[in-house]
T-cell receptor, first 111, second 117 residues
Framework: AQSVTQPDIHITVSEGASLELRCNYS??????LFWYVQSPGQGLQLLLK??????LVQGIKGFEAEFKRSQSSFNLRKPSVHWSDAAEYFC?????????FGKGTMLLVSP | GAGVSQTPSNKVTEKGKYVELRCDPI?????LYWYRQSLGQGPEFLIY????????DSGLPNDRFFAVRPEGSVSTLKIQRTERGDSAVYLC???????????????FGPGTRLTVL
């Protein structure tokens, strides 16, 4: 069965500092990987996705993620965090159709 | 265009009651998904429709949960004899083409927060 682990429940980053959110997955074949962001009271918004090809994928809002098959990881990065990035971030893996999500990482941004 | 909409946004009910949660997918999307998000958890899959039929209902926790999509558009998630443990945010998502790896991006609605007292 597929699964996703996000080892960090909370992360606090200073505004302007770089960010990396960790995601490890378990899946038997080539995974389809996603990062979603959820702000309070809002639905999930897709930041980026990996299906195949270049292992470094660019997303919206200045985010990027790198697929590393050898480490079963798909970490999310941003070079300079803005206060508006404070939200909960979910990594997800998909096989044929349904998504399996991690438990999420709450990002707090300090002034 | 309009995104996925869900009604009601909030629902408070008493233990043992019946509830219905509605999802309007993006127009033209053939796949529709229901997820449940409990406090402090990521969304968990419940059921997936391709057109009018349930292609995968393996995530439904028990027979108190049922969902329909009679015309291949709007879907209703039905919960009988609600229990306090059913309290969660119920998310709906739709996708333009089911099962095709390069287009199985799911677009989520804002969710319905269900509270069972």
């Amino acid at each position: 069965a597929q699964s996703v682990t996000q080892p960090d429940i909370h992360i606090t980053v200073s505004e302007g500092a770089s960010l990396e959110l960790r995601c490890n997955y378990s899946y038997g074949a080539t995974p389809y990987l996603f990062w979603y962001v959820q702000s309070p009271g809002q639905g999930l918004q897709l930041l980026l996705k990996y299906f195949s090809g270049d292992t470094l994928v660019q997303g919206i809002k200045g985010f990027e993620a790198e697929f590393k098959r050898s480490q079963s990881s798909f970490n999310l990065r941003k070079p300079s965090v803005h206060w508006s990035d404070a939200a909960e971030y979910f990594c997800a893996v998909s096989g044929y159709s349904t998504l399996t999500f991690g438990k999420g990482t709450m990002l707090l941004v300090s002034p | 265009g309009a995104g996925v909409s869900q009604t009601p946004s909030n629902k408070v009910t008493e233990k043992g009651k019946y509830v219905e949660l509605r999802c309007d997918p993006i127009s033209g999307h053939t796949a529709l998904y229901w997820y449940r998000q409990s406090l402090g958890q990521g969304p968990e899959f419940l059921i997936y429709f391709q057109g009018t039929g349930a292609a995968d209902d393996s995530g439904l926790p028990n027979d108190r949960f049922f969902a329909v999509r009679p015309e291949g558009s709007v879907s209703t998630l039905k919960i009988q004899r609600t229990e306090r443990g059913d309290s969660a945010v119920y998310l709906c998502a739709s996708s333009p083409k089911p099962g095709l790896a390069d287009v199985n991006e799911q677009f989520f609605g804002p969710g319905t927060r269900l509270t069972v007292l």
